[in-house]
């Protein structure tokens, strides 16, 4: 700590100091975040690859701040789960996902779902069933019509139970696993929890067309999901080349830059839902 004139006690500006000054003041204003309305969704597409069909759509938050512009959620999802914040920002996400999805069914645009992440600390809250059971009754959208986005890691904590996913389940709505494949644990727990989606990972789809290894574990997660009588998508799809092979293997739900990155609600309107009536 520096002496300085004009300000009192300074830290000096090592990179270490300015990371923690940045990440102190990105806590601070992420309290306000909320409240001054600074968060909005982007949606992307997830499209079956045989006909272009769009099959679902995923949420993914944003932070427009202030002065710095948009911030990704990997920077402030992180702050948001060690500070408590994350508990309402995604009642925040959850509600606001819905009422567009129910939005977009009353304007007669396709009957698909919206899929939401969750975070593991989301299971800590008391009543996450029925929590979320009220923003669907709140917001009109139908329980079938909500997927939700766990991720493999996530069953480590033993928040996230098999009776509070079961309770999920039991509303209707659907579970997804999320970035499969990158966990450690047991295969042995994919029959005994009520969710219905492999969601392939993109660290398996980006070298694939290189990678005999990855491409041979895609095409594992592809068969055990089929034999486990279980949906499956793949993410992170940006070529037609990495397109081909996931189609070879008999993956036809197809995510990533390849048909359309994360897009404004008005954006996705226009690309997607074009044949509708205006
Ligand atoms: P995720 O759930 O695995 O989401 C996919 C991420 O990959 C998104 O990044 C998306 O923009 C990006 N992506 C999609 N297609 C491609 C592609 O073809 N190539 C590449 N290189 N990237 C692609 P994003 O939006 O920055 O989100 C990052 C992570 O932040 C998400 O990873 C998710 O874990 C988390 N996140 C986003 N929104 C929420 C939220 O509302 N709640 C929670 N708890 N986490 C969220
Ligand atoms: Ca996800
Ligand atoms: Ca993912
Ligand atoms: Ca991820």
């Known amino acids: ?46 499209v079956r690859a045989a006909n272009n069909e ?40 959850l509600r606001e996902a819905c009422r567009q999805m129910k939005e977009w069914h009353m304007a007669g645009g396709p009957r698909i779902p919206i899929s939401v992440n969750l975070s593991s600390q989301q299971f800590h809250q008391a009543n996450l069933g029925a929590h979320i059971h009220s923003i669907l009754e709140e917001t009109g959208l139908e329980p079938q019509y909500l997927e939700l986005e766990i991720t493999e890691s996530m069953m480590m904590d033993p928040a996230v139970s098999n009776s509070i996913l079961s309770e999920l389940s039991e509303y209707g709505i659907r579970l997804s696993l999320d970035d499969f494949g990158t966990g450690y644990s047991s295969l042995s727990y994919l029959k005994l929890l009520p969710v219905q989606k492999l969601k392939i990972d993109r660290s398996f789809i980006r070298d694939i067309t290189e990678n005999p290894n990855d491409k041979a ?58 044949s509708r009536e205006k």
């Not at 601070?28 to 600074?38: D, G, P």
């Open 1 to 46: 700590v520096k002496k300085n004139g004009k300000n009192g006690y300074r830290f000096y500006s090592s990179d270490l100091n300015n990371k923690l000054q940045d990440r102190i003041e990105l806590e601070a204003h992420l309290r306000k975040a909320l409240a001054a309305n600074e968060f909005f969704l982007h949606y992307q597409p997830q």
């Open 54 to 93: 769009l099959i679902g759509v995923e949420a993914l938050v944003r932070w427009q701040h202030p002065s710095r512009g948009v911030i990704s959620p990997g920077v402030f999802i992180p702050i948001a789960e060690e500070t408590g914040i994350i508990y309402e920002l995604g009642t925040w996400v």
């Open 217 to 274: 574990i895609v095409a594992t997660i592809v068969s055990m999901a089929k034999h486990l009588n279980m949906d499956v998508i793949a993410e992170g799809i940006e070529t037609k080349e990495q397109l081909d092979i996931l189609m070879d293997n008999d993956c036809q739900k197809i995510q990533g830059y390849y048909y359309s990155k994360p897009l404004p609600a008005k954006e996705l309107e226009a690309l997607f839902f074009a």
